[in-house]
């Protein structure tokens, strides 16, 4: 019998299908190309966190004062899964976020990091997110896939966050940064080595770790319960419809780059 994690797979399989054989990563064959993506990308790799600091807020983690949550071993999940986005090891001995390895990646590949660094100013200075999202420079589709993720945040349904981050993220992206990696293959001198480690990294913690984990917060979340299964699919649909215009939208700004002489 089936569980009903795979119940949710096998429904959503095409929606998956899209985004893992996106017509992007064809694309990734230009230093230009890879410059213009990753500018796009780093804002669903900024969100990651928020959505992951989501789910913990909403299973009790960060309630003050402090009480024993009624699920521990989906808090358990789920800091397993946050030591590793929030402090990583960064391949030179020491400890990043997984964000900040994408930023230092960005800055090695010659990829501005303007936009998402003017956007993060107007996030530390406490604009509310609608506002930060709506007054910085940002295209319609990383827009769109901002306001979706905020969106799910702000229902604050662990079931439905916890859809949205294991489909749309966690189960998702192995397969994604593998597409990815297979089509890098060109040289840039050296450029593009802390992009790869990134990639590499995901691949490795979210396949092994993370995406074991994952299941097994979801399920513990959602039980047996029809009601909580159906809102984690609405959760997995949302971010794969999201970040379908993400890459729609990435594509469309890389094919407009000067191609090189």
């Not at 694309?27 to 669903?44: G, K, N, P, S, Y």
């Not at 994408?102 to 604009?127: H, K, P, W």
Request: net charge negative; with cysteine; charged share 25%.
């Amino acid at each position: 019998m089936h569980s009903k994690f795979d119940q949710i797979q096998r429904q959503l399989q095409e929606q998956r299908d899209g985004i893992v054989s996106h017509a992007l990563y064809s694309d990734l064959d230009t230093l230009r190309q890879i410059q213009a993506f990753m500018e796009h990308h780093v804002f669903a790799v900024w969100d990651f966190m928020s959505l992951l600091k989501a789910l913990q807020r909403s299973l009790g983690s960060f309630a003050v004062p402090w009480v024993p949550s009624s699920d521990v071993d989906a808090v358990r999940f789920v800091n397993e899964i946050a030591l590793g986005e929030e402090s990583d090891q960064d391949g030179r001995g020491g400890y990043q976020s997984h964000f900040e390895l994408y930023l230092d990646a960005m800055r090695g590949a010659g990829a501005s990091t303007a936009r998402i660094e003017q956007f993060l100013l107007r996030v530390r200075e406490g604009l509310p997110i609608e506002r930060a999202i709506s007054e910085s420079a940002l295209s319609l589709s990383v827009v769109s896939f901002l306001s979706s993720t905020f969106e799910v945040i702000e229902r604050n349904d662990p079931a439905e966050i916890a859809g949205a981050f294991l489909f749309g993220r966690e189960d998702l992206l192995p397969d994604v940064f593998t597409e990815m990696v297979r089509q890098i293959s060109f040289d840039c001198g050296g450029r593009l080595d802390a992009l790869l480690y990134y990639l590499q990294r995901h691949i490795e913690l979210d396949a092994e770790d993370h995406q074991p984990a994952a299941r097994r917060l979801i399920e513990s979340l959602c039980g047996e319960s029809p009601e909580r299964w159906a809102r984690a699919k609405d959760g997995a649909f949302i971010a794969y419809s999201a970040r379908k215009r993400l890459w729609d939208g990435a594509l469309q700004e890389m094919r407009h780059q000067p191609q090189p002489a």
